[in-house]
């Protein structure tokens, strides 16, 4: 069997069998993790879209999102420390819209933690703006959020691309 190369990327759609090494990566990046219950509660449904990043055969990161007509919101993005750095989060987030764009969505929010300047600098490089601040949103440890959204004309703009 020939070893893929490491740079190998695919995103694709989560599944069931992926659910142990999501909730690996969900446990190691978050103070109060998903449990694999509640991605494959969510991921089943019609309304959301659930991608995982491999690189090679193992998955590298996942993004979470949700949606009604005309807007949605991303519920978890993460990538394990080892691929960080790599452009993976920033494809998650490309391909998301990509497929929300094709279902109608014209507007995706997020939160994110106000201390977390890597994350909120990735949405920034990907289109997403502040619009608004949720107080006391997090816990362990409590911390506000900042609510960004990523409007139709940057998604346009990125699949046009």
Known sequence: MIKAREDR??????TEADLDRVTEIE??????????????DFMIRDDTIFLTAAE???????IGFYGYPDEG????VSVDAAYRQRGI??????????????RGITKIFLEVRESN?????????????QVGLRKDYYSSPKENALIMRRDAAAVEKDINN
């Open 9 to 14: 990327r695919i995103i694709r759609e989560m």
């Open 27 to 40: 446990r190691a990046n978050f103070s109060v993790p998903w449990k694999k219950k509640d991605f494959y």
């Open 56 to 62: 090679g055969d193992e998955i590298a990161g996942y």
């Open 73 to 76: 919101d991303i519920t978890n």
């Open 89 to 102: 989060g920033r494809a998650l987030l490309d391909e998301l819209s990509r497929r929300a764009s094709d």
């Open 117 to 129: 300047a890597d994350a909120i600098r990735l949405y920034r490089s990907a289109g997403y703006e």
